[in-house]
């Protein structure tokens, strides 16, 4: 029933040089249109922040985190939580009053969500800062308050009377018929979280229920410290890599005198990356790759005690596997029918991953002077063939974070009427001097959320790239706060909890609490000489996050169970994909990237098939490792000779195209099995509907606003309150697919999700 997802001290004068006037949401013009005095002020504001007076420009005083005035020190964490608890009781003692009063009965699902957004708004929080604050203290105040607020929503799921009154509003013709669609499909939320907790099981096997429940999160936490944490160093044969003949890695890996004869090398870093793609000896190279991609026997016990104990928890549900469990509310529904749509993939993309390999051995046997083909190993592929190139499709001016924000900003105003804005920040409101924080400004409604990046890597932070929620969208002058306390009296001590203000927003009645969303990256730190120069990776990576970003800011709901990326997660990726693999493939778009200073042209990359190789060997692996992910929460688990790295070896040797590596066992750091517990095919799966959505509406003319308002109006704005079928039919004017069925499932099983280089165009009936 309640569940939380994780899926930047500048103050900026407040101005345009030209008036806002309302947007036609009917508009067709894709005419470009000059950048705002905004979109302008992006660039220095994340470029060049010290050159600016308002960089050291505070109010007075010190707030807390988020500008909460409780979390100026570690121990608020407590404070807070403790607050949300006794918080949350009053609501469920109130919801449980509810069947004695019809009034009553009709403000059931309102203090539902309310109950959930109490737990939510502190666990969110939290997630944010154990992964993000650079202070051990505050990590471990943020894991305390987590782990209270976790058990206690686990206890809340089992939670038989709170059920029982949720049932007696859906089954009360009066109550049920009158709910508006967002309020169903929130209440239709919480009833499918009560059911798949076991709710109908007497009450011994409940407390059992929470217990595992409690048992997955500890191990799950285990199993992603040990997937992140680095690797021990390997010995590497000193003769071996003065071979490379490659300057710079001679120089990083500081080779000690001939007399000794080897070297210290830890996996992962960019040393280790350059040994695996300029090393001519083989056995190095291999002896790298395994000591990369083996784990140790407790790494693996984590892993498959959190799988099995998984297992359980949905055999005591009655579930034949933990897919089932984690499936039942997806698009999907089942795990016969995401392997049948996986299945269908494999098959599509073998043959182009199999033509990558012959390509890479053909190299190798040139290199080796061999009169055969030699079969080509893991440890090869880039040795003889260089990944897949990280240049941007159309040739730009060196894209910093300045520039592709500002370009962001462009790009979200000609699709949507959004655009950023620099906003200032109060001291103690953010965790590191690094992060920036920004408005979202709609033409019509005016603010609508907060964006706060932390953009650069620095010790202790979390590696990689998410987006968090820290606070949803949600209507509060409905509350009716008075009526959580029996006869109106409301307690006597202050509230310690989270203080949310409330904003009107133009066009809409009642007041919200705006959403607050948080960018989290791991990009190098730039040099003192000025702004960094990011990647083409790292500009694919900041615009699938803002694809997030932009869901959590147009999908506000009254409900925040339902608001923004809280919606199916196979659903969920279908913006963030559709942001970064097709609209950032688009050389109108890209052309938003450029300032106006910047003379030079757009012109397209010519096509280089030596750059090229590997590209299909690596969305292949993506479709391995979704069905790796589908195998490890299958009846398999069950198994008591359950034995993860021999699955994972049997699945790479009957569809992979590389051999199993023996005496390898990467499934360690396979972080997603986590997160996306039997979900991970959501990436493959939303490419493809996102793919058919960019063919269907935008690909003709990206920059078209009518194009922007459809995907607006019939996806973004209803987050997860409508069903994604149904939002999915709307968008791409298919009818036949709003049903969800069997057929529908077919249908876009068939769709292709990487380009096949055929240059046929998507079709809603292809095969």
Same mark, same amino acid.
């Given at each position: 029933m309640l569940t939380t997802r994780r899926l930047a001290r500048l103050a900026v004068p407040r101005r345009r040089i030209c008036p806002v006037t309302?947007?036609?949401?009917?508009?067709?013009?894709?005419?470009?249109?000059?950048?705002?005095?905004?979109?302008?002020?992006?660039? +220095?504001?994340?470029?060049?922040?010290?050159?600016?007076?308002?960089?050291?420009?505070?109010? /007075?005083?010190?707030?807390?985190?988020?500008?909460?005035? #409780?979390?100026?020190?570690?121990?608020?964490?407590?404070?807070?939580?403790?607050?949300?608890?006794?918080?949350?009781?009053?609501?469920?003692?109130?919801?449980?009053?509810? *069947?004695?009063?019809?009034?009553?009965?009709?403000?059931?699902?309102?203090?539902?969500?309310?109950?959930?957004?109490?737990?939510?708004?502190?666990?969110?929080?939290?997630?944010?800062? @154990?992964?993000?604050?650079?202070?051990?203290?505050?990590?471990?105040?943020?894991?305390?308050?987590?782990?209270?607020?976790?058990?206690?929503?686990?206890?809340?799921? #089992?939670?038989?009377?709170?059920?029982?009154?949720?049932?007696?509003?859906?089954?009360?013709?009066?109550?049920?018929?009158?709910?508006?669609?967002?309020?169903?499909?929130?209440?239709?939320?919480?009833?499918?979280?009560?059911?798949?907790?076991?709710?109908?099981?007497?009450?011994?096997?409940?407390?059992?229920?929470?217990?595992?429940?409690?048992?997955?999160?500890?191990?799950?936490?285990?199993?992603?410290?040990?997937?992140?944490?680095?690797?021990?160093?390997?010995?590497?044969?000193?003769?071996?890599l003065r071979e490379t003949g490659t300057a710079g890695l001679l120089s990083r890996l500081r080779l000690p005198a001939r007399t000794s004869n080897t070297v210290p090398v830890y996996p992962g870093t960019s040393e280790a990356r350059m040994i695996m793609a300029s090393v001519p000896d083989e056995a190095t190279r291999r002896a790298l790759y395994v000591a990369t991609n083996s784990s140790s026997q407790q790494e693996i016990d984590v892993l498959e005690k959190l799988l099995k104990t998984r297992a359980q928890l949905a055999s005591l549900t009655g579930k034949p596997s933990y897919a089932h469990v984690a499936l039942d509310d997806k698009m999907t529904k089942t795990p016969e029918n995401v392997m049948t749509f996986l299945q269908a993939q494999l098959y599509q993309s073998r043959p182009h991953a199999l033509a990558d390999v012959r390509s890479i051995a053909e190299r190798k046997r040139q290199y080796l002077g061999l009169s055969e083909t030699p079969p080509v190993?893991?440890?090869?592929?880039?040795?003889?063939?260089?990944?897949?190139?990280?240049?941007?499709?159309?040739?730009? *001016?060196?894209?910093?974070?300045?520039?592709?924000?500002?370009?962001?900003?462009?790009?979200?105003?000609?699709?949507?009427?959004?655009?950023?804005?620099? /906003?200032?920040?109060?001291?103690?409101?953010?965790?590191?001097? +690094?992060?920036?924080?920004?408005?979202?400004?709609?033409?019509?409604?005016?603010?609508?959320?907060?964006?706060?990046?932390?953009?650069?890597?620095?010790?202790?932070?979390?590696?990689?790239?998410?987006?968090?929620?820290?606070?949803?969208?949600?209507?509060?002058? +409905?509350?009716?706060?008075?009526?959580?306390?029996?006869?109106?009296?409301?307690? *006597?001590?202050?509230?310690?909890?989270?203080?949310?203000?409330?904003? #009107?927003?133009?066009?809409?009645?009642?007041?919200?609490?705006?959403?607050?969303?948080?960018?989290?990256?791991?990009? *190098?730190?730039?040099?003192?000489?000025?702004?960094?120069?990011?990647?083409?990776?790292?500009?694919?990576?900041?615009?699938?996050?803002?694809?997030?970003?932009?869901?959590?800011?147009?999908? @506000?709901? +009254?409900?925040?169970?339902?608001?923004?990326?809280?919606?199916?997660?196979d659903f969920v990726e279908l913006p963030s994909l559709l942001m970064e693999h097709f609209f950032l493939s688009s050389p109108d778009v890209l052309s938003l990237f450029r300032r106006p200073e910047s003379h030079s042209m757009v012109h397209m990359r010519s096509p280089n098939s030596d750059l090229a190789i590997g590209a299909a060997i690596d969305s292949h692996s993506q479709i391995i490792l979704a069905t790796l992910d589908q195998l490890y929460h299958s009846p398999l688990a069950s198994s008591p000779s359950f034995d993860s790295t021999a699955i994972f070896a049997r699945l790479q040797d009957e569809w992979g195209v590389l051999p199993y590596a023996q005496g390898t066992s990467w499934q360690t750091r396979f972080g997603h099995l986590y997160g996306y517990a039997a979900t991970y095919y959501s990436y493959i799966f939303d490419k493809a509907l996102a793919r058919a959505v960019w063919e269907r509406v935008f690909a003709q003319s990206p920059l078209e606003r009518s194009a922007g308002e459809k995907l607006r109006r019939e996806v973004l704005r209803y987050g997860g309150g409508k069903d994604p079928w149904a939002m999915l039919a709307a968008v791409l004017d298919m009818p036949e697919l709003e049903s969800g069925d069997e057929a529908a499932m077919k249908l876009v099983g068939q769709w292709r999700v990487e380009d096949d280089g055929s240059g046929q165009g998507w079709s809603a009936h292809s095969h």
């Open positions: 309302p947007r036609n949401r009917n508009a067709s013009s894709a005419a470009v249109r000059p950048p705002s005095q905004d979109d302008e002020s992006i660039v +220095d504001f994340f470029d060049r922040p010290q050159t600016k007076s308002w960089f050291r420009t505070y109010a /007075a005083g010190t707030t807390g985190l988020f500008l909460q005035p #409780t979390l100026t020190h570690p121990s608020a964490f407590r404070q807070v939580a403790d607050a949300a608890l006794k918080k949350a009781q009053s609501l469920v003692d109130r919801i449980l009053r509810a *069947p004695g009063s019809a009034t009553e009965l009709r403000k059931v699902v309102k203090n539902l969500d309310r109950l959930s957004n109490v737990l939510c708004g502190v666990i969110d929080l939290a997630e944010l800062v @154990r992964h993000a604050h650079p202070d051990p203290r505050w990590i471990d105040a943020a894991n305390d308050a987590y782990a209270t607020l976790y058990e206690y929503m686990n206890v809340l799921n #089992t939670h038989v009377d709170l059920y029982n009154v949720l049932k007696t509003v859906l089954s009360t013709p009066d109550i049920a018929s009158n709910l508006t669609p967002e309020a169903r499909e929130t209440a239709l939320i919480f009833w499918r979280d009560f059911e798949k907790s076991g709710i109908d099981l007497p009450p011994h096997l409940r407390t059992r229920f929470v217990q595992l429940s409690s048992e997955i999160f500890s191990l799950g936490r285990d199993f992603v410290n040990q997937a992140s944490a680095p690797r021990p160093a390997v010995s590497l044969p000193a003769s071996a190993y893991a440890w090869d592929r880039e040795f003889y063939s260089p990944r897949v190139s990280t240049a941007a499709p159309v040739s730009l *001016p060196n894209l910093t974070p300045g520039t592709v924000f500002y370009g962001l900003s462009r790009l979200f105003t000609h699709l949507f009427g959004i655009s950023l804005r620099p /906003a200032g920040l109060q001291p103690g409101e953010v965790w590191d001097e +690094d992060v920036r924080k920004l408005e979202v400004i709609d033409e019509d409604e005016g603010l609508v959320g907060y964006i706060y990046a932390d953009l650069f890597s620095r010790p202790g932070k979390a590696s990689g790239a998410a987006h968090y929620t820290v606070r949803c969208s949600r209507r509060v002058d +409905d509350d009716d706060a008075q009526g959580d306390y029996v006869d109106g009296a409301r307690p *006597p001590e202050p509230d310690a909890g989270l203080q949310v203000p409330e904003h #009107t927003v133009r066009g809409r009645p009642g007041r919200y609490q705006l959403p607050v969303v948080v960018l989290l990256c791991d990009f *190098p730190q730039p040099t003192q000489a000025g702004a960094a120069n990011l990647e083409w990776s790292d500009v694919m990576t900041t615009v699938h996050e803002m694809g997030h970003a932009v869901h959590s800011m147009i999908g @506000r709901t +009254d409900y925040q169970n339902v608001c923004g990326t809280r919606c199916a997660t």
